[in-house]
């Protein structure tokens, strides 16, 4: 059938076309069916049919599709196509059929080059979800998400990278880390994300003080010039079945567990790295509740990283409360300045900066074993970090010369204060993350919340706990509201309760 093209400039992530009702009755498509459109170029693509919004005769084209047919005018040739096989694929998973290396590859590839639907895409994630996967099978998807993208090879080696499992706010660790491990010879190009669910990722905060946006090739060159790099691992084309992946799973909110090891260990593969750390909090309020969960994924991430011939260790490290005491793109980026300006900083952000920094610097052989952590905190006194930051920001076109006073914070501010005397006994960490971000983190780069008291910390009736800053009047509204209904920070006296005795004997 031949169909005049009418380009839509909307992108849908997917390979998709629009039949009028006529039409596809006529070619004998159904909605979810695939056609074939044979012009210049050829190329398949998921139908959806419409009684008014293209005539007969016409091919409604999404951004994905006109990419392909920028010669638009031009009539093409339409005819049904044959589901992919990733589908049969995909229907083996979902009845825990075994499934070949080939048949991941496929599907991978397909996910890559937007061949299937969202349905398709969900009933894949939700197939892995609920029913898992082998070891083989993680192994042959993240070898297929590592080889469908862009990959960097170093001339020189060991290559270091690290990953938070994250879900702790204020996670701002890999701001010290990188520059510590490169000041110390090491080469580490820290390809990060941006927050989905968070009040900021790293992408995010790097992005305070310098472009995160550079090509694979763009990495690389920075990584070797100046021994680190902090970027958005979004713009690399580095295992870009990830981000499709991650834009059906959002709504479903779900995070399969397989998923994610190949997902995290994709990108470490996909850099060429050697020695990989991985943090992993734990704490109720965090994505792994507990220490045994932790050993579990740990255990599964070290096995993984074997198979691919990757060095990992695994750091399990305290998620209950927040790291430091800022949450939001730059008010975490001052607390960090500052501690590699002058060492000013909580013990929380320092200690685990330093014993994550330590464990690579061990890794790497820039340490010997149990000494990482005392030549990680040296290297923060001395202002070898801070040296080795100014050079990665300038590397990436940002000011080098910036200080942590001359980043700005969100100009509308409200205080929340304690109720009673007593201590801080408890964090919501998923609450604080919210606050922050119904102020506006992490696209309002000033937006967030300062935690003046932790865990432990005595207050005193109408002292303020916690400031929360914002760079548009409403949305500090918004947030005030959340803060005051969820109270995310628990304040309680050390008597607890008064259990009376008896005086005397009767």
């Not at 890559?112 to 998807?141: C, K, P, Q, R």
């Not at 255990?299 to 990757?310: E, F, P, Q, S, T």
Request: net charge negative; with cysteine.
């Amino acid at each position: 059938m031949q169909l005049k093209l009418e380009p839509f400039n909307i992108k849908i992530g997917q390979h998709k076309v629009l039949l009028n009702v006529v039409d596809a009755r006529e070619l004998g498509v159904n909605p979810g069916d695939r056609v074939r459109i044979r012009g210049h170029e050829s190329l398949s693509a998921i139908v959806d049919t419409t009684d008014d919004m293209v005539p007969p005769g016409t091919l409604g084209i999404f951004y994905e599709v006109y990419e392909h047919f920028r010669d638009w005018d031009k009539p093409v040739e339409v005819v049904p196509a044959y589901r992919s096989k990733s589908v049969s694929v995909i229907k083996r998973l979902m009845d825990k059929k075994p499934v070949m290396q080939d048949d991941i590859k496929i599907l991978v590839n397909d996910i890559v080059e937007e061949n299937l639907s969202d349905i398709e895409l969900s009933a894949f994630i939700t197939s892995s979800y609920i029913h898992g996967m082998t070891d083989d099978e993680v192994e042959w998807l993240t070898r297929a998400m590592i080889e469908s993208g862009d990959t960097i090879e170093f001339d020189t080696h060991p290559i270091m990278d690290k990953h938070s499992i994250g879900g702790v706010p204020g996670n701002k660790i890999s701001l010290l880390v990188v520059p510590i491990v490169a000041a110390n010879g090491l080469l580490i190009p820290k390809t990060s994300s941006r927050a989905i669910t968070g009040a900021g990722g790293t992408a995010d905060l790097m992005e305070v003080l310098c472009p995160v946006e550079f090509s694979s090739q763009e990495v690389k060159e920075i990584t070797e010039k100046v021994g680190g790099a902090l970027v958005w691992g979004g713009a690399t084309n580095i295992a870009p079945a990830d981000d499709k992946l991650i834009r059906v799973e959002y709504p479903l909110s779900i995070d399969p567990y397989y998923q994610m090891l190949a997902s995290i260990m994709a990108k470490k593969g996909a850099i060429g790295a050697d020695n990989v750390v991985m943090d992993i909090p734990v704490g109720p309020s965090t994505k792994v509740p507990s220490v045994q969960e932790g050993q579990k994924l740990a255990r599964d991430l070290i096995n993984l990283g074997h198979r691919l011939g990757m060095n990992v260790e695994c750091a399990i490290t305290y998620g209950s409360s927040p790291i430091g005491r800022k949450v939001g793109p730059s008010l975490e980026v001052r607390e960090a300045m500052k501690v590699l300006e002058s060492m000013e900083g909580p013990n929380s952000l320092i200690e685990k900066s330093a014993a994550i920094a330590g464990i690579l610097l061990e890794m790497g052989g820039a340490a010997p074993r149990e000494r990482g952590k005392e030549i990680a905190l040296e290297t923060l006194r001395s202002g070898k970090a801070l040296e080795k930051m100014r050079q990665i920001i300038e590397a990436q076109g940002g000011d080098p010369n910036i200080k942590s006073d001359d980043i700005q914070v969100g100009q509308y501010t409200a205080d929340i204060f304690a109720s009673a005397d007593g201590y801080v006994i408890e964090f919501d960490n998923k609450w604080i993350i919210e606050i922050a971000r119904l102020a506006g983190a992490p696209n309002d780069k000033g937006a967030g919340v300062s935690i003046h008291k932790k865990m432990g910390e005595a207050v005193r009736k109408g002292d303020s706990i916690l400031t929360i800053y914002a760079e548009k009047e409403f949305k500090l509204e918004n947030a005030l509201t959340t803060a005051q209904r969820t109270n995310p920070i628990i304040v309680e006296g050390m008597l607890l309760r008064r259990i009376p005795g008896t005086y005397g004997f009767q």
